[in-house]
């Protein structure tokens, strides 16, 4: 049978926490800001606005990127994973056919941040693609951390590695919610998984210019 799709929901219908007062932001984009960003940029700020905290800890950040100022200046705490580390061996590390080392490597430098009291009620795992963050899932998943895990993108010139499919399809399933962009990105992934996603649901990216002019 085909894979189901998901509907479309709000905001507050896909957020599975209602009244947290701590989240984090893991972003695995390893740009210096890339433009699938905007989304959890955007829900970072909203956090904020309605008092509660947010922690976010992105690969290769530029303290000098206004979004980065922004979002420091209302408040969250922003972390750059790579400092640590080449970039290089951080695009390594997002690969799920490198996750039995991967995710050591991620819970030595993001554990310490994500389990400083009081801990996170809800991490946000944002992909550039859409199985590029599920090792910082699974770390999540090791400190038992709640999590939402985005897709931004769905290509099918990229495809999951036959020998990694049934590890991403578990991170997938076991999300609180799988956040897709578009339902064309939900339904390439579930072809490439070939499974469904029960907890599928998408939410369209800000459009940051007038609906009626020229992109």
Request: charged fraction near 25%; proline fraction near 7%; include cysteine.
């Amino acid at each position: 049978a085909a894979p189901r799709a998901a509907r479309a929901c709000s905001a507050e219908e896909a957020s599975p926490v209602s009244a947290a007062h701590r989240f984090a932001i893991i972003s695995s984009c390893s740009e210096w800001w890339g433009g699938s960003e905007e989304l959890w940029f955007e829900t970072a700020c909203a956090l904020r606005d309605a008092g509660h905290r947010v922690d976010v800890m992105k690969t290769r950040g530029d303290p000098d990127h206004r979004r980065i100022r922004e979002l420091r200046a209302r408040g969250c705490r922003v972390t750059d994973l790579s400092r640590n580390a080449p970039v290089a061996l951080w695009h390594a590390a997002s690969s799920p056919l490198a996750a039995r080392y991967a995710v050591r490597l991620q819970l030595l430098n993001a554990a310490p941040r994500l389990v400083r009291p009081p801990r996170p009620e809800l991490a946000i795992v944002s992909q550039g693609g859409n199985f590029d963050g599920v090792n910082f899932a699974r770390v999540c998943e090791r400190l038992g951390l709640p999590f939402v895990l985005v897709s931004q993108k769905a290509s099918p010139l990229h495809w999951p590695p036959d020998l990694t499919r049934g590890y991403i399809r578990g991170v997938h399933q076991r999300a609180r919610k799988s956040v897709f962009v578009s339902r064309h990105n939900l339904r390439l992934t579930q072809q490439q998984l070939d499974a469904d996603l029960p907890r599928a649901v998408v939410m369209h990216n800000p459009i940051l210019v007038g609906d009626r002019k020229s992109v």
